[in-house]
């Protein structure tokens, strides 16, 4: 752990994260693995991407931002996208899906997309057909992007072939909506052909509320950075690991306070952030980050000055 100097109360004990000029190589493509109980926890890369920092950390200032996420001339953070794949010894379950082959080249040439989620299962030697489970934790292109994947014809296939998708149902519908505050963020190829087909189960779950999806897996709702964003559960062995996705989108968000400029509800993310340290500090839930390329996991506690904190991450 480096020592950052304090800035203004904010917790800034963590090691920041990699400037953007730090270009991750290919032996980025597996992240981390561990285990969980008697489940097996491999964490993919999709690879790094860009987004604003302003835009990433709402209207917490820069000079306190940046001193966890350096910004590069642009203004722009390194992220990553970490796609966490379980092994239930029953199930091969995929969270998230990373930012796919079909976007746009303006928009895949100002995020510097890598495209490279294919080639980590590679690397880790798992095989798209083996993946029996799908789960989306909201349909931001983002997150489901190789949900599908657009063939060199032309053609937009499902990635995993055997698998069941699993998305909110509210997330498909806000999607359609096309509204002018988020249209950007959803493609509806990464959903529309799976619920056409039958191969997505789109979920009901209200918000504070949990839905089984196979034995250990579950999803519970955190909503605020969208209406229904879900949060996934691993259990195995009396252990809970919690995909909390863009609730708390790198291990630079944890002050309750620091959300995205992104989030449709703010308020509301604080209010879901509290609800979810209540639970995963003092049980030691382990918190996997959708968009933390260097601290892909971790487990939080609170610091000297009561502030949230990743201890043991994972890398
Ligand atoms: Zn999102």
Not at 65 to 81: F, M, S, V
Not at 95 to 110: F, H, S, V
Not at 243 to 251: A, H, R
């Amino acid at each position: 752990m480096r020592n950052i100097p304090s800035a203004g109360g904010w917790s800034t004990d963590a090691d920041p994260m990699p400037h953007p000029s730090e270009r991750p190589d290919s032996d980025d493509l597996i992240r981390a693995r561990t285990t969980l109980g008697d489940f097996e926890l491999t964490i993919l890369s999709d690879g790094t991407y860009f987004l604003d920092g302003g835009a990433m950390f709402g209207v917490v200032p820069k000079p306190l931002w940046e001193k966890r996420a350096p910004a590069d001339e642009q203004n722009r953070i390194l992220l990553g996208l970490n796609t966490v794949i379980v092994r239930t010894g029953k199930h091969t379950v995929a969270i998230e899906t990373g930012i796919g082959n079909k976007l746009p080249d303006k928009l895949r040439a100002i995020f510097e997309a890598k495209e490279q989620l294919p080639r980590a299962f590679s690397a880790a030697q798992i095989r798209p057909e083996e993946v029996d489970i799908v789960v989306n934790s909201h349909l931001h292109f983002d997150h489901c992007g190789w949900n599908t994947t657009r063939t060199p014809d032309g053609r937009v296939v499902p990635t995993f072939p055997n698998a069941r998708y699993f998305a909110h149902r509210g997330e498909v519908e806000h999607g359609h909506l096309q509204l002018e505050r988020d249209a950007v963020s959803y493609t509806s190829d990464n959903y529309d052909p799976l619920v056409e087909s039958g191969q997505m189960t789109l979920l009901d779950t209200r918000p504070g509320e949990t839905t089984p999806i196979v034995p250990g897996i579950s999803v519970e709702c955190f909503p605020g950075h969208t209406a229904q964003l879900l949060a996934v559960h691993i259990d195995s062995g009396g252990k809970r690991a919690t995909y909390i996705s863009d609730l708390i989108p790198t291990s630079a968000h944890l002050d309750i306070t620091w959300v995205m400029g992104y989030d449709l509800d703010p308020l509301r993310c604080i209010e879901e952030r509290k609800r979810f340290y209540a639970r995963a500090i003092p049980e030691r839930w382990m918190v996997l980050f959708t968009h933390d390329h260097h601290t892909p996991y971790g487990f939080i506690e609170l610091n000297e000055k009561g502030k949230p904190q990743v201890v043991s991450p994972g890398v």
